[in-house]
């Protein structure tokens, strides 16, 4: 019953404003300051907002990204250290002495209780909406309650970052709109003129892809448009839809009038009701169909200017240990940080494209009864996920794909990434809690999102844990 309420929750629990106030008095007290936060889009969005009152307020601080497995024995040796994104499900106050204070913005399952901190001979403050009866997937994430910090001193101009961290973190993904918490910072980032919401037709690339390049990625389904350049210009040919305008260059999404959407949209659900079973039609609409959300003050036909995009460019800067160029970026000191973001991203580009070649070359997938996997062994860990979700649309949209990997160079555990088309989750199907279990029983840990998860198992475990997975689908799919 609580996640009811929640859908519809018009403010801020009282317990939580509480918090709230609490943690502001905890910052204006504090002058030796350090956050970590987590690295990726969310974590760093995170990280900026705190980054960002901190620097209006006049303290100087210290911050750092981090992956979670670097968090077991850290060392606290600031008066306050902020943990964003992270921290609820470690023990990350393990070091804390007497006179430390910890704060923790954090919407993963939380270790502790609420009165966790009457047990403890420091100051703890941990926020998290599950504590609340908050759901921590689709209704708020990190950024979020970083957000609602900065809200707490009258910063309603970082709501639009909020709105990044909620798209980063995917939490619109399960209807394809802001639902909770999460739709009342999207209010807030309206109304301050950062965020205009747009309903769209939902394809990657919406301000920088030609149209018909952004078709060609549609991989949810496998149809003929997918992987196909030609087959996407015959579509738009098809349908009347101009491909470039009249200086000749290529249109995109962003582009094209309410009408021409509109054809787009009927030409695709009707492709898609060609092919999918009959058990996923009712699915169709949300695929093809989501809000998108424009950043006002970020220019148009840049990476920018679109959340899922700019969330994207985020992302480029975390998986290649960049995450200062993205923190400037979202901090506004745009002067050298846009030409090495343009950077990153042009290599991040480069380095996936010449992954994916090598195993479509290869014909790398092996496919299951329930799952299809791949090995990437000389794929870097930090990109694993994001090459496996390119390479569904080479396999059968109708299983999951896995990709491994080694962790590090240094460490030959395997890092594993599943990615599966939107249609299963829809159908009922979370992988993040299927893969977590398995894992598990190989002695390894894992989760993640229904569509998008991953886990780290020991090294020669492999055929074990892929057997186990397999097996665990049978009659789900
Ligand atoms: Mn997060």
């Known amino acids: 019953m609580r996640e009811e309420i929640a859908l519809d929750i018009e403010d801020l629990p009282e317990g939580m404003k509480d918090l709230y106030s609490q943690a502001k008095n905890m910052i204006l007290t504090n002058e030796d300051i350090k956050v970590y936060s987590h690295n990726d889009c969310d974590g760093i969005s995170s990280g900026a907002i705190l980054s960002i009152i901190l620097d209006r307020l006049g303290k100087e601080h210290e911050i750092e990204f981090v992956s979670l497995d670097r968090l077991e024995d850290l060392e606290i040796k600031n008066k306050l250290t902020i943990f964003s994104d992270l921290g609820s499900g470690q023990p990350v106050e393990k070091n804390a002495k007497r006179d430390s204070e910890i704060l923790i913005l954090d919407h993963h399952p939380p270790l502790r209780d609420l009165d966790y901190k009457d047990t403890v001979d420091f100051k703890f403050l941990e926020i998290n909406p599950m504590h609340f009866g908050i759901n921590g997937t689709y209704h708020i994430c990190g950024g979020g309650l970083c957000y609602y910090l900065a809200k707490e001193f009258g910063y309603k101009d970082l709501s ?101 959407k509109s054809r787009l949209f009927s030409e695709l659900v009707r492709m898609l009701s060609k092919e999918v079973p009959g058990k996923y039609v009712k699915h169709i609409p949300k695929l093809v169909y989501a809000d998108s959300y424009e950043f006002l003050k970020e220019e148009n036909h840049t990476s920018l200017r679109d959340a899922s995009e700019f969330s994207t460019a985020m992302n480029a800067c975390a998986r290649n240990k960049e995450e200062m160029v993205a923190l400037e970026i979202l901090k506004g000191n745009r002067a050298d940080a846009l030409d090495a973001l343009s950077l990153i991203s042009r290599e991040h580009r480069r380095y996936l494209a010449l992954k994916i070649k090598d195993l479509d070359e290869t014909n790398a997938i092996t496919e299951l009864d329930n799952l299809q996997y791949f090995d990437g062994n000389n794929i870097k860990s930090e990109v694993v996920g994001t090459i496996t979700g390119m390479i569904l649309s080479q396999g059968n949209w109708q299983k999951p794909i896995i990709g491994y990997t080694s962790v590090s160079e240094e460490n030959d555990d395997l890092k594993i990434s599943l990615r599966c088309s939107r249609l299963l989750a829809y159908d009922g199907i979370h992988f993040g809690n299927i893969i977590r279990k398995v894992a598990k029983t190989v002695g390894g840990n894992g989760g993640g999102h229904s569509v998008a998860c991953g886990a780290y198992i020991p090294k020669d475990k492999f055929d074990e844990f892929i057997n186990t997975f397999n097996q665990e689908l049978e009659g789900k799919l």
């Open 160 to 260: 639009w970052i909020g709105v990044l961290s909620a798209v980063g973190d995917m939490q619109n993904t399960h209807t394809g709109k802001m639902e909770g918490l999460n739709k009342l910072i999207l209010q807030d980032a309206i109304d301050e003129g950062y965020v205009n919401k747009i309903s769209d037709l939902s394809l990657y690339g919406r301000e920088t892809r030609p149209l018909f390049v952004a078709l060609s990625y549609f991989s949810d389904v496998n149809l003929p448009i997918t992987n196909s350049k030609n087959e996407c210009i015959e579509l738009l040919k098809r349908i009347d839809i101009d491909r470039q305008d009249d200086d000749g260059v290529f249109r995109k999404l962003s582009d094209l009038s309410y009408e021409e």
